[in-house]
């Protein structure tokens, strides 16, 4: 069973930049991509953008298309999502989660983290 913890939210001002981690560790072979979701209170959880770890090919929502990055470091077990100039509608708790197939249109996944907070206000 895989288990994924993410770190690295906080409060972030308006137009600033934030990274979040994900470290895996428990990896089955068969998982072959991880994504970040967020859940804004009220609101339905939504993708945010999904890596393959093999090849890194990578996918974005296409709300979250340019101002969101993922990446990987294979070495660290560990996925990142940066943020750029994120927006007060970015507050959200953020979720990476697993899954056995590459990334692609829908966002089914079956191991999930706790989720880590982000505040985007001045």
């Known amino acids: 069973q895989v288990q994924l913890v993410e770190s690295g939210g906080g409060l972030v001002q308006p137009g600033g930049s934030l990274r979040l981690s994900c470290s895996a560790s428990?990896?089955?072979?068969?998982?072959?991509?991880i994504g970040w979701f967020r859940q804004a209170a009220g609101k339905e959880r939504e993708g945010v953008s999904c890596?393959?770890?093999?090849?890194?090919?990578?996918y974005y929502a296409d709300s979250m298309k340019g101002r969101f990055t993922i990446s990987r470091d294979n070495a660290k077990n560990t996925v990142y999502l940066q943020m750029d100039s994120p927006k007060p509608e970015d507050t959200a708790v953020y979720y990476c989660?697993?899954?056995?197939?590459?990334?692609?249109?829908?966002?089914?996944?079956?191991?999930w983290g706790q989720g880590t907070q982000v505040t985007v206000s001045s």
């Open positions: 989660a697993a899954r056995t197939f590459p990334c692609g249109s829908n966002w089914y996944f079956i191991s």
């Open positions: 890596i393959n770890i093999g090849d890194g090919t990578t």
């Open positions: 428990g990896f089955r072979r068969d998982y072959y991509a």
